[in-house]
């Protein structure tokens, strides 16, 4: 089945560094790519879309400017938690959709659990 | 904006039935799903129904919609302890901008008792 890849898969920071998460599609090319928040005990929260080669689309209350995502191939975005606080620290989870003929499927990523001292 | 809610635990024995429950509120939902989650993973699609659909059945899993109630019903029968996880359902909008962004639910802590 389609796999979609996190890295890191944790990763524990100081205060006011920032941070790069990769999520990668391992088998095939997704144009969307979404980015969730969840915090601990509590459901996921979408935070962004991904879109190659245009700009991401935040869902409100999300500060783009604190949560850079690029999209820069078929395969793989990043997302940058910049100036990173503790209140940043979660559960962050991406996923990918995949397109074959009229199908289209979502898988999520493994996840990449931050901590931010 | 669209609101997903589902119980937060249910507790079952080995080999019995479990039933985990959602209920939603937009009405233009295409497709409503459902999630695993183990502790410390991603989330695993176990299976999801279009919204013209009234029920789907996949091996021990069987999945009923209430289209006019907005409930949603995930039976696992002869649930193992391997079944033990967070089980989330969730919906996404019929298209355009809200394509493929899905509402999540706060999920149900599945636990299963030898």
């Known amino acids: 089945g389609a796999v979609v890849s996190q890295h890191p898969s944790w990763v524990i920071c100081k205060s006011g560094t920032s941070v790069k998460i990769e999520c990668r599609s391992l088998?095939?090319?997704?144009?969307?790519m979404f980015w969730y928040r969840q915090f601990p005990k509590q459901s996921l929260m979408l935070m962004a879309t991904?879109?190659?080669?245009?700009?991401?689309?935040?869902e409100q209350g999300v500060e783009k400017d604190k949560f850079l995502i690029n999209h820069a191939s078929l395969t793989l975005s990043t997302l940058t938690v910049t100036s990173a606080h503790p209140e940043d620290s979660s559960f962050y989870i991406c996923?990918?959709?995949?397109?074959?003929?009229?199908?289209?499927?979502?898988?999520f990523g493994p996840g990449t659990r931050l901590l931010v001292l | 904006g669209e609101d997903v809610e589902q119980s937060l635990f249910l507790s079952v024995r080995e080999g019995d039935s479990s039933v985990i429950n959602c209920t939603y509120t937009d009405s233009s939902s295409t497709y409503l799903y459902w999630y695993k989650q183990e502790p410390g993973a991603g989330l695993q699609l176990l299976t999801y129904i279009f919204s013209n659909m009234d029920m789907k059945q996949d091996q021990r899993l069987t999945v009923l919609l209430n289209k006019k109630d907005k409930h949603l019903s995930l039976r696992i029968a002869d649930t193992q302890t391997g079944d033990s996880a967070i089980y989330f359902c969730?919906?996404?909008?019929?298209?355009?901008?809200?394509?493929?962004?899905?509402?999540f639910g706060q999920g149900t802590i599945l636990t299963v008792h030898p």
């Open positions: 996923s990918a959709i995949r397109r074959e003929g009229r199908q289209e499927t979502q898988y």
């Open positions: 969730a919906e996404s909008g019929a298209g355009g901008t809200s394509y493929g962004k899905l509402t």
């Open positions: 088998d095939f090319q997704a144009t969307t």
């Open positions: 991904s879109n190659e080669g245009s700009k991401a689309t935040y």
